[in-house]
């Protein structure tokens, strides 16, 4: 069992700073924060994220909604959404990356628990199905919950499963 690295984008370094602890008092490994899509897509190549957390302004031109478009096409991992912004406008770009789950600060701990889940919990049904160019990584694994965190296995090595009913 892996515990699950999450990547965290996010250009006010107080907020970032709050999330990866909360996150680590989850049981995740949280990589280093990125403030900018540059940074971020350095931290996808270099540590393979299993989940990212996305603000939508970020430093730069680019904003988290390209970030997750990049995602999409390239790397295909789930990602939720961390913003002030709720408008119509938002939504609407929003909706066009199909985010695994959206937080509208401010947000407590729990609720970004909650959110976490939710996006592995929905990821993991969306790649129960064929989804092509899938992360080797994820495509091989699965995520299961355990003592209220959720961990990645290697389908490699599972050897049986036992069920009880």
């Known amino acids: 069992m ?6 965290v984008v996010e250009d006010e370094m107080i907020i970032a700073n709050t999330i990866v602890s909360a996150l680590e008092s989850f049981g995740y490994i949280a990589l280093e924060p ?11 190549e270099e540590n393979k994220p ?14 988290g ?22 408008d119509n406008n938002t939504l609407n770009e929003v909706k ?5 789950a959206f937080l509208v600060k401010p ?14 919990y929905n990821y993991s049904l969306q790649t129960a199905r064929p989804v092509k160019a899938l992360n080797s990584i994820i495509r091989q694994s699965m ?4 003592n209220n965190k959720q ?11 036992l069920t009880y009913i």
């Open 2 to 7: 892996e515990e699950i690295k999450v990547l």
């Open 34 to 44: 990125a403030i900018t899509y540059s940074e971020a897509v350095e931290r996808i």
């Open 50 to 63: 299993d989940i990212g957390i996305f603000d939508i302004q970020l430093s730069g031109r680019k904003t």
């Open 65 to 86: 909604i390209d970030l997750a478009r990049t995602v999409n096409e390239k790397y295909n991992f789930p990602f939720l959404f961390i913003t002030s912004f709720s």
């Open 96 to 100: 066009e990356v199909h985010p695994s």
């Open 107 to 120: 947000f407590n701990k729990e609720e970004l628990k909650v959110a976490i889940e939710l996006a592995l």
């Open 143 to 146: 995520f299961i919950k355990n």
């Open 151 to 161: 961990i990645r296995i290697k389908i490699c090595d599972i050897m049986y499963i």
